[in-house]
């Protein structure tokens, strides 16, 4: 007797997974950093906010200093361009893209985080 691989059922059951794994990517890649606020801090206090939904061009923001930092705010978030730090650390965090998301250049005091918008959850457990 010889026994199939994959019977109907668990086809069906396999297409719902991909349906599944499809919108949950695609919801992940939807505009992130709509109604996002990046809040822009130097020791402690804030000096610059910057509504990442209402820009329409990259903005290049020089807060200089001994580390001369550069920012790049873009509509699809913002990130460390340029840092003269020792560790690069704060460049190499990448873009900021979600409310909740920081990222920090220790040597320059300067912190920059993302407020408002939907904050999505880390981690779920059930």
């Known amino acids: 007797m010889e026994r199939k691989l994959l019977r109907p059922a668990d086809l069906l059951l396999l297409l719902f997974a991909l349906a599944l794994a499809g919108l949950l990517l695609w919801g992940q890649a939807q505009s992130p950093s709509q109604g996002c606020v990046a809040v822009i801090e130097e020791d402690g206090e804030e ?7 209402t820009l329409t061009q990259a903005e290049e923001i020089s807060l200089g200093g001994a580390y001369n930092i550069v920012l790049l705010a873009e509509p699809g978030g913002i990130s460390f361009e340029y840092s003269s730090c020792p560790d690069q650390t704060c460049v190499r965090t990448g873009k900021l893209t979600r409310a909740g998301q920081a990222a920090v250049c220790l040597p320059a005091r300067i912190s920059v985080r993302l407020e408002g918008g939907e904050q999505a959850a880390d981690a779920m457990t059930g």
Do not use: K, S, V
Not at 47 to 53: A, C, H, V, W
């Open 47 to 53: 000096i610059r906010r910057i509504d990442l939904g």
